[in-house]
């Protein structure tokens, strides 16, 4: 089994920046890609960036310019750097790993809130 456990999340104003940090521990062998997903009330999870083990990424248009997602193989951790936020970005933020087409874990997620 993999666990994930992010952290960094809060209230912060628009405009603001926040950063988000994913920790991987336990069977963490053969991971190949880890993201950040996030899900607003009454809406479903969306991906928000993601990076493979070689450090390639990918991002939602609505944060592009905006968030930077990053990863550390030494440390098993992903980070995600929003700047410039705005009161859409409201939502709880997973941390998900795959290791295969059928294999992949979640986080707990953490809260951010921007609001003035």
């Known amino acids: 089994q993999v666990q994930l456990v992010e952290s960094g999340g809060g209230l912060v104003q628009p405009g603001g920046s926040l950063r988000l940090s994913c920790a991987a521990s336990?069977?963490?062998?053969?991971?190949?890609?880890m993201g950040w997903y996030r899900q607003a009330p009454g809406k479903q999870r969306e991906l928000v960036a993601g990076i493979s083990n070689i450090g390639t990424t990918n991002y939602a248009d609505s944060v592009k310019g905006r968030f930077a997602i990053s990863g550390d193989n030494a440390k098993n951790t992903v980070y995600l750097q929003m700047n410039s936020l705005k009161p859409e970005d409201t939502a709880i933020y997973y941390c998900?790993?795959?290791?295969?087409?059928?294999?992949?874990?979640w986080g707990q997620g953490t809260q951010v809130t921007v609001s003035s």
């Open positions: 336990g069977s963490i062998s053969w991971i190949y890609a």
């Open positions: 998900n790993a795959r290791k295969a087409k059928s294999t992949e874990y």
